[in-house]
Each structure stands twice: as C-alpha cells, then as structure tokens.
C-alpha cells in the first residue's frame, strides 16, 4: 500500500514511518481521506445546503432547470464534493411549496400586529402572453419599518372585468386575514381598477400618481409639434447609434470640446421620461452633434436628415425640457420604494400646480401643452385631497402645511386628524361618544363647539364636567384601596380625551420639522417615546402613511381601440362593474298625468348615486300597463332623453315646459333659467345623459359645437372659434351682436350695441375699437359666459355616471355620444336593411290556421311603402313603438298575424323587436292610418305595446 500511494498519489513515507507503521497502525493515511463518502440526505450539513438551494431558487427567481446546469453542479463540487444535488423534482413539489407556506405563515403573523394595511394590485402580460394579477401588501411595523411583500403573482385567465377584479381582490383579502385592517388600496388609472376598488369595498382608493403624472405628460407631449420635433430628434439618435463610423465621430468631437463622453439616449414609447431624458442629452450634446453632422467623414446623404432640427427646434427643446423637468422629479420621488409616499402628493400638487400655471411669457406650443397637462392631472384627486392634505400634515417635512396658502385650512386639517384620534382612542376603549365639549357627530368630525378656536383650550373644571360623562369602569378594589382608602382623594382627571389629543397635536405642530432628506419613520419612532401613552390613536401616522408608490402601468384597450369600439368596451366595463349591485328601479304610473309623469322622471334623476349604481341593471314598470321587461327601460331613457330638448311639464321659471337645452337645430345651448339652475336640473341632465350612455340608449343630439368644447374643456381659443351666431338662442341678442358685423350704425343701432355692452360689462364701441374682437367677446358671453354655471352642473352630473374618463381620454368619441342631428337621422334603408320579412307561413296569436302568402305579401307591401315615405321623425316613433327606443335593431321581427276584427290595431313586443301586423288591411292608407295612430301613444306611454 505504501508503495501504491507513493506511486500513484505522490506521497513519500520516512524509513521511521515505515519501521513503525506495524507498532502504530493509528497514524496511517486512511482511505477515506481519500474516497470521502457522500453526505447523508438526513445530515444537518446536507439539509442547510438543501433549504439555502431553495431559498436562492425564490430569492434570485432562477428557474428549477438551473439544479441541472453543469456549471452549477460543478461549482457545488468544488464547493461541497460530498454534497448531492437533489433532482429538480424535490425543489418543485416538496421544498419550495414548503418554503412557501413556511413564509407565509411569517407575513401572515407580521400582518397580523400592524395597525393597518395598504396593497397595490396591478394586472401585467409576459412574455409568453400569459395574464398575471400582482398583489403586493405594505404596512408600518411596531418599530416603524416599512414592509413590503409580495402576496400573490397568479394567472389570471378570466376577463379583467371590474367585478372579476373585485372578487380576486376579497380571496386576496380573506386569504391573507387583512379584511380587518382596513385595507386601503392603490392602483392605477384604469376603469377597471376603480371599478375593482369599489366592488370589493377597499377605502381610500389611491389611483397611483405617478401613473396619473405619466397620462397628463403624454397628453401634453402628444401634441402634432412636439411629436414633430421628437420624431426629428430619434432620427438624429437612431443615426449616432447605428452608425460605428459616426459614433467615432461624435466621441472624438465630445473630447475636443471637453463634454462629458455620454452616449445619445433613445426614448421609449412607454415611458414619457424617456423622451425628456432623450432631450436633455441632446441638448447637453448639442454643439458635439452640430460639429459632427458637418464633419466630412459622415456620409453626406446621412448627414442631411440629421441636420433636419433647426434654431426654433431647439429653442422648444429647451423651453419642453425646463417645463417637464419637476414632473420628471416628482415621478422620481413617488416611483420610492423604501418610504411612504402619499405625503407628498399634496406639496407635489401645489408645486405643479404652479409651475403649470398659465403665464403670458409662454410660447403658443408650451402654454398649449400646460393647458393640456392641467386638464388631465388636477382633476383626479378632488375626493381625496382631504386625505392628502391630512397625510402630508403628519409627514415631518411638511407639516407646517406651507405649499396651502390659507392659513384657516391648516388648522382646519389639524383639527380633523385631532377628531380622529379620539375617534381611534375611543373606539380602542370601547367608550361612548365624547362630552359635548368634543362631541364627534356620526362623520367623526368635531362640534362647532369643540372646533372652535379658543373654545376647548382651557381644561373644565370638575363642576363644569357634565353628570354623563362616560368614564371607564371602576377597577376592583385591592387590599390597600379597602383599607386606606377614605384617607386618599383621588383627583379626577382634569382634561379629556380630546383636550390630550390637542396637546399633543400641539407639541407635534411645535417641533422642528425634519429635513427633506431624513428619514421619515426613524424620525417618528424616535418621538414615539416623548408621546401620552393614554392616546394610542395619537399614533395615527402609522395607519395613515405606508400608501406604497407606484404600480406598474397597464393600458386599457378602449384607449386604443377605434372609436365605436372604443365606446363599446368602456361601457360594457362600467356595466360589468354594476353587475354587483343591486338594480336600480324605477316605477311610473299609467294613471298619472304628463306633469306627474315628469316629476317622477325628475326625481329619479335627481337622486344623488354611487357611480357603480348607475352601470346596475335598470328595471322600469309602469303600474297600470302590462308591458315589462327591457322595452320598458329603453322607453323611460329615450323619454327622458327627448324631454331634454322638448321640455319637462313642470312650470319653472313662468314657463309651462321647462326644456334644459334650447335653441335651433345644431346649436342647442343650456337653458339660462336661473330656476334650472338653482334646482340642480343640470346635473340631473348629466345624470339622464351618462346614464343613456352606459346601457346603449339615445344619444343627446345637436349640441352646439363651441358648447360641447366648453364641457369636455376645450381651449378658449378653439370653443371661440366654433362659435357662430346660430349658437345664441335669444334673437334679439344675436341681432345686436350682428350689428358688430356691419360698417355703419344708424343711431338706434348704436343705442342698442351700447346698451347690451354696457350690461355686460364691456367697454361701449367708439370708431377706434376692434369690432371683430368686441364680436367675439360677446358672442361668447352670450352663449359661454353666462352659462358657465349650467355647464359645469351638467359636468358634474356626467362626471357621477362614470364615463367622463372616456370623454377626456378619448375625444374622438365625441361625436358618437353626442352627435350632429343630422348624424342620427333615420333612413328608409336603415330600417329596412334590419327587418326580418316573414315566410310564407305565419302562426296568428289564436290559431296554428296558415294563411296564404298572398296575403302576407300583401301587407308586407303596404308596410314597405309606409316605411319608404316615411319621414326620419316618423321613423322614430316608428321604432321606438316597435323597440322601445329611437335606435333600429338589427333584427326587427316583422310578423303578420290573424286578425280579431278591424279594430285590431298593430302591436309591439319591445322586449323581442317584434311588430304585429293583423291581415285585415286592404290598403295602405288604411294600415298608414293605424300605424300613426299607435306611433302617436308612445308619446304618453306604451299605449299598445
């Protein structure tokens, strides 16, 4: 052996060793130091690899194919020789599903003791088009720790309709046991989200900013000349990057102007930042690139088309770069992932807010993109804003509330967090509501007494304290209570819950604030100590700040579908997300006249609803008549449509008919009546016309231009440029604004500019003013100004329907939802392309009697001549006696049926589009006789429907 191991494995013996190695056989080299044996599976050693394998399989998302590797196996060799590595198999079936619920038990625990939970969900698509739901949880621990975990990534194959989103959101929330923490919710911008959010019942619903900052900066950077001079400017990139010979160039030329060597950036069509970050170094570059296109060694052809951006070019590129450069650093701020960031979007609003303000200075192009980035971005946070305001008052850095400019409303806020806090205290105690002193009503907000500025400072004394104060209940008493316990006065406490609160409001209001780079939660768990431990909702941050950031962002297909699809998809969201709602009913009364009739409509409408409510089923009856069903529904909204226009018999404003919209055809305008107003009829239009929207009923029609602009907020330039004279319903007043027009007045003409002027407040013509000008101004007091309230009551009403994201995001659906009148005109092709004629045998209502094709075809005919001549408003009436509503199916059943005698009028079946013509007829005039005469009842209900 000895001479083996000298031979083969290089190890010489010393003659003493091999003398004694008979004498001491325990110092030979044994074999298993050679042919070390494998570690058992069961060894701790083998174990600790094992579970630190799966761990780095979860940790690093490597794939379970990576066990396998040959390079992996090999540095495990080297690593461990006595180490086998266990088949694929066990990691995917045994120890990572272990792993798994091993951690989830951990979060579930952790999860358990925080004080409130705030998720983010966000939908996403791989590679291999594959659908997922992310649901990430993020909470403020004891010590104050922001965690984050990862709840669930899964397939999630069914439609991403709201309401499926919804019940995916309530499985999460069961799942994980956080329905008790009072979850809030961040999302993005998406309808299904929103509608997600309020199926599963998830408040405050925080639609993420950043995601909202990268909507509003795509709107203004889509403009036709910034998207002009961005196309110029990736030229010039995508030329440096794919030319190597111009590359050198453009290197060489940096060095020799001693600019920083930095390569040109390419933008990225789903990022909006790309494109700023594209600017920003080619405007850093600027004079490399210059002196490079001209260089002869760049081909000529290619030099051209960079040279293509001009001196104007890059003074826009200046003036874009310095106006998108704070919304570039605020998405940077709210994109953290290691701090709350829901505190600073109220300063970050303000900021913007400011910068995005107009200013006479701008050029056409920026103040255009402004405009554009304010209407989208500052909108959204309305119903929020006390959240925020409150969640930035608790954030170190901002609480002195300085980006406010009204000193009241910083106070305002301190005492609704101060109310919540008792609120919180209290409700931890299981005590009642506070003494009138601080009394909270039912929204948790403080009594105007308890509100006041001086008026809870000072602490009551005990005979001011009222006999029903609720105080805890008494402890049982000890020993030492039995015995000297009528030696000892206790002294009531002399301040009450909310007073504490004040204070320590106060001092929290009184400590320096941190600086803008501190940390945040250090610093409140550093104070945590000097706070009342009697206040445990005195830590009201903690549930109030771990909003996370931004989720990733998705994009909804109605956003990019073709307009008419478009519409369909939004609206059939919306009507998914009412799917878990109840209906919404609505009874009228045959018996009721047209004035009690409207009244009933007026009220329905005017009932103040949930978005989700209005996308719910929608059931009308009518008492007294025995038609039902969807014809019914399509009836009561193409009424409340028509009476719009035509006028509601309800006696306002010394009208006999009250009309919302009046005016000439194409030009119809909001009524001026100041009783309209005042009794909130606007919205209830708004209302009637989201709500038409969203179940595919009849469209508001022949809306002004300019009017339509001024409601989606058009710019004042283009809604004054739509502007004509036929938009001005008063006669007399387009008369004399007409005179504006001519070059010379008689005298009462010039008495009669002079006094409209000087009733409006403008300045009375002399031969040196602009008449043209004056024109204009007028005009669009006559038909804007002075129904600036109107429009934005009937704003808001749509707003509360729900499809106002669709009007904003997609203005090319305009003339779909509120078309031309001559867009929606019936034709007798239109009708007559959609009718099913009947065959040769048609079943009557009483009998299986066939009768003969002649006869059928006979009627037929008359029918098809009727139709043929009709006009587009018989038409209809035609089809909203046939369907319900004004709009043609595509599938209207024609039927001829046996007649009960001549008095048999023609019959509808709304529900099924079917008409019923009895076989008695042996003219048309005689049927056309009968066929107006049962268009004419739908006018006060269904009549023979």
């Known amino acids: 052996m000895a001479a083996h191991l000298k031979r083969k494995h290089n190890m010489p013996q010393s003659p003493a060793t091999s003398a004694s190695s008979a004498a001491t056989p325990s110092r030979e080299p044994r074999l298993l130091q050679f042919f070390p044996s494998p570690l058992a599976k069961s060894s701790t050693r083998a174990k600790s690899i094992t579970d630190a394998l799966s761990f780095f399989l979860c940790k690093s998302i490597q794939p379970y194919s990576i066990t396998a590797n040959e390079g992996f196996k090999y540095l495990l060799e080297v690593l461990e020789p006595r180490y086998s590595i266990p088949d694929r198999k066990v990691f995917s079936d045994k120890l990572v599903p272990a792993l798994y619920e091993k951690v989830k038990m951990d979060v579930v625990d952790s999860m358990s003791r925080a004080q409130r939970v705030s998720i983010t969900v966000d939908g996403w698509t791989s590679c291999a088009t594959d659908s997922y739901i992310t649901v990430t949880a993020h909470y403020v621990t004891e010590e104050w720790d922001l965690q984050s975990h990862v709840l669930q990534t899964r397939v999630f194959n069914a439609s991403h309709t709201g309401a499926n989103l919804a019940a995916l959101l309530q499985n999460v929330l069961r799942e994980w046991n956080i329905t008790d923490k009072n979850p809030a919710l961040v999302t993005d911008n998406a309808r299904n989200m929103v509608v997600a959010g309020a199926g599963a019942d998830v408040t405050p619903h925080v639609r993420c900013v950043a995601h909202t900052l990268n909507l509003a900066s795509q709107k203004a950077l889509k403009m036709d000349r910034v998207s002009e001079l961005l196309v110029k400017v990736r030229k010039v990139v995508t030329y440096f990057h794919k030319s190597p010979q111009a590359a050198e160039v453009l290197r060489e030329i940096q060095s020799q102007l001693h600019l920083p060597n930095h390569k040109l950036i390419h933008d990225v069509c789903t990022r909006w930042n790309s494109s700023v970050d594209m600017l920003e170094r080619f405007w850093e570059q600027q004079p490399a690139l210059l002196n490079a296109m001209l260089s002869r060694r760049i081909r000529r052809g290619e030099g051209l088309a960079a040279t293509a951006v001009n001196e104007d070019d890059m003074r826009l590129i200046q003036e874009i770069i310095k106006l998108m450069s704070p919304v570039k650093v605020a998405t940077t701020l709210l994109s953290e992932e290691k701090s709350p960031t829901i505190s600073m979007i109220a300063p970050i609003q303000a900021k913007l807010h400011k910068h995005f303000s107009e200013d006479n200075t701008d050029m056409p192009i920026i103040a255009e993109m402004k405009r554009r980035f304010r209407q989208d971005f500052f909108d959204r946070y309305v119903e929020l804003q006390e959240l925020l305001n409150s969640a930035s008052a608790l954030d170190p850095r901002f609480k002195d509330l300085t980006f406010l400019d009204d000193v009241d409303s910083r106070d305002l806020i301190f005492v609704k967090i101060t109310a919540e806090v008792v609120k919180m205290n209290e409700k931890m105690k299981g005590i009642g509501a506070l003494d009138e002193g601080g009394a909270l009503d039912d929204g948790g907000a403080l009594d105007e007494g308890g509100a006041a500025e001086g008026g809870g400072d000072r602490s009551p004394s005990i005979e001011e304290r009222r006999d029903d104060d609720v105080l805890p209940s008494p402890k049982k008493k000890t020993a030492m209570d039995q015995l000297f316990g009528e030696f000892v006065t206790t002294r009531t406490p002399m301040k009450t819950t909310r007073e504490k609160a004040k204070d320590e409001i106060l001092k ?34 903690n549930s109030t700040l771990p909003l996370p950031g931004p989720s990733t962002q998705t994009t909804e297909v109605w956003k990019t579908a073709a307009p008419s699809e478009a519409v369909r998809l939004f609206m059939e969201d919306l009507r998914r997300g009412g799917d878990h709602q109840p209906p919404l009913r609505l009874t009228l009364n045959a018996g009721d006249t047209d004035e009690e009739r409207d009244g009933t409509l007026i009220s329905f409408y005017k009932q103040r609803r949930e978005t989700c409510q209005w996308a719910a089923d929608f059931r009308c009856s009518i008492l007294g008549d025995a038609a039902v069903g969807v014809g019914v529904m399509r009836n009561t909204l193409s009424t409340a449509i028509s009476k719009l226009t035509s006028g509601f018999k309800k006696n306002m404003g010394n009208a006999g008919v009250t009309a919302i919209f009046e005016g000439q055809r194409e030009h119809l305008v909001l009524n001026l009546c100041t009783a ?121 009403g749509i707003k509360e329907t729900g499809i106002w994201p669709l009007l904003t995001a997609r203005p090319d659906v305009l003339p779909l939802l ?42 037929s005919g008359f029918f098809r001549a009727f139709v043929k001549e009709a006009s587009s408003d018989v038409l209809k009436g035609l089809m909203k006696f046939w369907t319900g509503w004004e709009l043609p199916s595509p599938r209207l059943t024609f039927k001829v049926v046996r007649s009960r005698g001549h008095h048999h009028l023609p019959t509808a079946s709304t529900c099924y589009e079917q008409l019923r013509i009895p076989d008695h007829y042996k003219s048309g005039s005689a049927l056309k006789l009968d066929l107006h005469a049962c268009i004419e009842s739908v006018q006060s209900g269904f009549g023979l429907i």
């Open 508 to 541: 929290y209001r009184e400590r320096d604030s941190l600086e803008l780079g501190g940390d945040v939660l250090q610093w409140s768990f550093n104070i945590e100590e000097d706070m009342d431990p009697n206040l445990p909702g005195s830590s009201s941050s």
């Open 676 to 796: 309209i107003l005042e009794s909130d009829l606007f919205a209830m239009a708004g209302r009637m016309v989201g709500h038409s929207s969203i179940h595919g009923g009849p469209s508001l029609s022949g809306l002004s231009p300019a009017v339509l602009d001024a409601l989606t907020r058009g710019t004042k330039d283009i809604v004054t440029s739509k502007l004509c004279l036929e938009d001005c319903p008063e006669i007399e007043v387009r008369d004399t604004i007409s005179l504006l027009l001519k070059e010379e007045w008689t005298e009462a003409e010039s008495v009669r500019v002079a006094d409209l002027c000087t009733e409006w407040y403008f300045p009375v013509p002399t031969k040196e003013t602009n008449r043209l000008l004056l024109f204009q101004q007028l005009l669009s007091h006559a038909v804007l100004g002075r129904a600036n309230a109107q429009i934005k009551q009937f704003r808001k």
């Open 818 to 859: 509120f078309p031309r009148e001559t867009d929606v005109e019936l034709t007798p092709q239109m009708v007559l392309k959609c009718i099913i004629w009947p065959e040769a045998s048609i079943d009557s209502d009483d009998s299986e009697d066939e009768m003969s094709t002649t006869n059928i075809n006979l009627i």
